[in-house]
């Protein structure tokens, strides 16, 4: 058995220990944590979406926006902080996001109009932009034989915080308001800075910092050229463009055609979360043992029947199981994160997958904007049928998608 093969299979005994050895709990703790944090905050806004629109006055149509904005902004902000990454260093980066990421907190207590609350979502989107490919290279380096495990270990905590988040801000908002029910949150960005600092290690040399322009261009268009890539890309633009017009609306779409309060709308948003990062952390695990291609190609297509189911749906017990069904989608990101990023040539990988993310989240992006449109026209339940094609249609990419092992 090769060394890499030795190795994969002493991480596989070892277990869950294999992940915390050596002092990398505390990083995978803090790098949980600022995940947490920022991904349960970009879900607040959806699940206040109701009393947001109320009180700004406006429509699904500029909610919507208002939701694309952030996630254009974040997906914007992909390329520049891969890039960052060979120049600073994920410490510097991830301690920068949570810092900016809690102050735009603040502008989002204190907008007084629509206009300053675009504003604050693109200062939100810009601010936790930087934390994706720091977080994505700082994993991949640091549990090289574990690292879809890894990766689903974090991205599990984000989906506790974008489950556990909204529903603590609906519930808060009822009595403070949507204004402190957001601004409330800062703090704990605070934390997640200083738990960063403390435990990712500084920059230590090991970029291509010094390569001449020209090569990194050469080196990049190599990179992002692989047929692996483009694949794992599409596909995965195509999954995110559903499930964020899924997640930017659920709740809304509950209140609106189903009558349930926003607290119980939020709920449920909740529930898609926390049974996604079940999903997540098996998931990720699945892969290191069978095949990050074979894991993408079952959750894409388990993914399709509950979006189809929505609309046919009455009653809680029957809207709480599609919910939670809705979190099988979840564990593309681990799966597909840690396939990219470990295939992607180490002296330009945090530019590249910073570009490669940009791409797709700035398209995907757009799909709480489209089911916004749709909501405004009366076609709450066809936006649902669209979506389930476009995840259908990302499920039959990953047919062509390659076995890792005969890419890295």
Not at 273 to 289: E, H
Request: charged fraction near 15%; charge should be positive; hydrophobic fraction near 55%.
């Amino acid at each position: 058995m090769s060394r890499r093969g030795t190795e994969r299979g002493a991480d596989r005994e070892r277990g869950a220990s294999g992940l915390l050895q050596g002092g990398r709990g505390w990083l995978l703790a803090a790098v949980g944590v600022g995940w947490l944090a920022a991904l349960g905050m970009r879900f607040v806004v959806p699940a206040l979406l109701p009393q947001i629109r109320a009180d700004l006055g406006v429509s699904n149509t500029a909610a919507g926006v208002a939701i694309t904005v952030i996630w254009i902004t974040y997906g914007g902000m992909q390329f520049p902080a891969g890039a960052l990454i060979d120049r600073l260093g994920e410490r510097r980066l991830l301690a920068a996001s949570a810092v900016v990421g809690g102050a735009s907190l603040l502008a989002f207590a204190s907008a007084p109009a629509f206009g300053v609350f675009l504003v604050a979502c693109a200062a939100f989107g810009l601010g936790t932009g930087l934390y994706g490919p720091a977080r994505a290279t700082v994993l991949s380096r640091t549990f090289a034989t574990r690292d879809a495990a890894a990766f689903g270990v974090v991205l599990a905590a984000g989906s506790i915080g974008a489950a556990a988040l909204p529903l603590l801000a609906g519930l808060l908002s009822v009595r403070v308001g949507w204004r402190l029910a957001i601004g409330g949150f800062a703090p704990l960005f605070l934390l997640a800075a200083v738990g960063l600092w403390r435990s990712v290690p500084p920059l230590d040399g090991r970029s291509g910092r010094g390569v001449a322009p020209r090569e990194v261009v050469r080196k990049l268009r190599g990179a992002i050229g692989q047929r692996a890539v483009i694949v794992a890309a599409s596909a995965q633009t195509l999954l995110l463009f559903s499930f964020q017009g899924l997640t930017a609306f659920f709740p809304t779409y509950l209140v609106a055609e189903r009558g349930m309060s926003q607290e119980l709308g939020a709920a449920m948003l909740a529930l898609v979360f926390a049974s996604g990062a079940v999903f997540q952390f098996v998931g990720g695990d699945l892969a290191d043992r069978w095949g990050h291609h074979r894991v993408l190609l079952l959750v894409s297509a388990a993914s399709v029947p509950p979006l189809v189911a929505l609309p046919f749906v009455r009653g809680l017990p029957a809207i709480a199981a599609v919910a939670a069904l809705f979190g099988v989608r979840a564990a593309v990101g681990s799966v597909s994160n840690s396939y990219v990023v470990r295939i992607l040539p180490e002296s330009v990988r945090g530019t590249a997958w910073g570009l490669v993310r940009s791409l797709f989240f700035v398209v995907g992006a757009t799909g709480s904007a489209a089911v916004g449109a749709m909501a405004d026209r009366a076609l709450f339940d066809e936006a649902f049928f669209l979506l389930a094609g476009i995840t259908a249609l990302g499920a039959l990419l990953y047919l062509w998608l390659p076995p890792r092992e005969s890419v890295a």
